[in-house]
């Protein structure tokens, strides 16, 4: 039996694990500490590291990992990653605990930024996507364009709906303000969101999310819906509603000055 947690670090940055009660995988760890308590405490062998892109808040904590416990290091071909590692792009595969990840290109918010989707977890399938995609929200674009960007949020949202969604901080609570100022109209959204204040009140992680729920609710999947559009537009007037990279280019500037 397979078991996935939220390890927090820092202020809201989560590093996934998943154990088997044996042996542990973690995703980028920007911190070794809590790794480490946690295999302590339960008993746990390290086999691998995932990164998913080179920022210190998902690698901090590697090199300290890997030599506590020699497990092996994964990550993407195209970033400075501390070495070593097997480095990854997309149409590699990672097996890891008996499972197998795919690995997707999806740059924009690093120029190399890459994702694991694994097509059944016990039964459903698990992505872990980095800064790429947050529930609500996206990634800010600190090394690609809008287009890029886009394309892969796309690649993600086309994944299965049940796919579990991991991602790598906890931001689900200010983007779903913003998702509400950009579709005040959307009811799962505001279902959405009182269900997640209230997992916050009691300080429950509002992640994993789930694919169909993201492409019902996330204003950055839904760039081609009218509404949005539309919204897209009233921010800035200049933004043509039927060209997609433009409203999402839109959108997130309107995020970022939110
Ligand atoms: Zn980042
Ligand atoms: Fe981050």
């Excluded at 790794?35 to 920022?55: K, N």
């Excluded at 933004?239 to 995020?255: C, E, T």
Aim: charged share 15%; hydrophobic share 45%.
């Amino acid at each position: 039996l397979m078991n996935l947690l939220p390890l927090p670090a820092f202020t809201d940055n989560y590093i996934w694990m998943l154990h088997n009660a044996r042996q542990a995988i973690v995703v980028d760890p920007g911190d070794a500490t809590p790794v480490l308590q946690t295999l302590q405490a339960q008993g746990l062998q390290l086999q691998a590291i995932l990164v998913t892109h080179h920022h210190a808040d998902h690698v901090g904590g590697v090199d300290a990992l890997r030599a506590a416990t020699g497990a092996q290091v994964f990550g993407p071909a195209r970033e400075r990653i501390p070495e070593p590692l097997v480095r990854l792009a997309q149409g590699d595969t990672v097996e890891v605990l008996g499972l197998r990840f795919s690995v997707l290109d999806v740059p924009g918010h690093t120029a190399g930024h890459i994702a694991y989707y694994c097509p059944d977890m016990q039964g459903a399938p698990l992505l872990f996507c980095g800064d790429t995609l947050f529930s609500g929200g996206c990634g800010r674009l600190f090394e690609g364009t809008p287009a890029q960007m886009l394309a892969s949020l796309d690649q993600l949202a086309a994944l299965p709906g049940d796919t579990r969604v991991c991602c790598t901080h906890e931001y689900t609570l200010s983007n779903l303000r913003f998702a509400r100022a950009v579709e005040p109209g959307n009811q799962a959204l505001l279902h959405y969101s009182s269900h997640c204040e209230s997992l916050r009140a009691r300080q429950l992680p509002t992640l994993p999310s789930r694919m169909a729920l993201e492409r019902d609710i996330n204003p950055f999947l839904r760039v081609r819906e009218t509404a949005v559009a539309a919204a897209a537009q009233g921010f800035d007037a200049r933004v043509p509603q039927q060209d997609a990279v433009a409203v999402f280019a839109a959108l997130r500037q309107w995020k970022n000055d939110f």
